[in-house]
């Protein structure tokens, strides 16, 4: 009973900024954690950057200084806000939460988004 809804991917020109969107739904208490991936097709699923459990951000070396995590609690909705972008950032974008529920949703679920996709002209 929990979903992701991802947006805000698109087309954009090198050099320009996407905020992307990872909307939860459900009988969720609280978000615990946070990944966003990436994925060119026809090769591997990479990590992007993330959001401890403890509260810290990590990004990978290509998108430290250009992309950002955030999250906003109360509407239980995520953001990776991309700038500076590169055509070597074209891929699908696909977040994964790590989440409490409410009664009856007892416990920590990770669910993962249906990805975004971002294409960045050169």
């Known amino acids: 009973q929990v979903q992701l809804v991802e947006s805000g991917g698109g087309l954009v020109q090198a050099g320009g900024s996407l905020r992307l969107s990872c909307a939860a739904s459900g009988n969720i208490d609280k978000i615990i954690d946070i990944t966003w991936y990436r994925q060119v097709q026809g090769k591997q699923r990479e990590l992007v950057a993330g959001i401890s459990s403890g509260g810290s951000a990590n990004y990978e070396d290509f998108v430290k200084g250009r992309f950002t995590i955030s999250r906003d609690n109360a509407k239980n909705t995520v953001y990776l806000q991309m700038n500076s972008l590169k055509s070597e950032d074209t891929a699908d974008y696909y977040c994964?939460?790590?989440?409490?529920?409410?009664?009856?949703?007892?416990?920590?679920?990770?669910?993962w988004g249906q990805g975004t996709l971002v294409t960045v002209s050169s």
């Open positions: 994964k939460l790590g989440v409490t529920g409410k009664y009856p949703l007892i416990g920590y679920i990770e669910v």
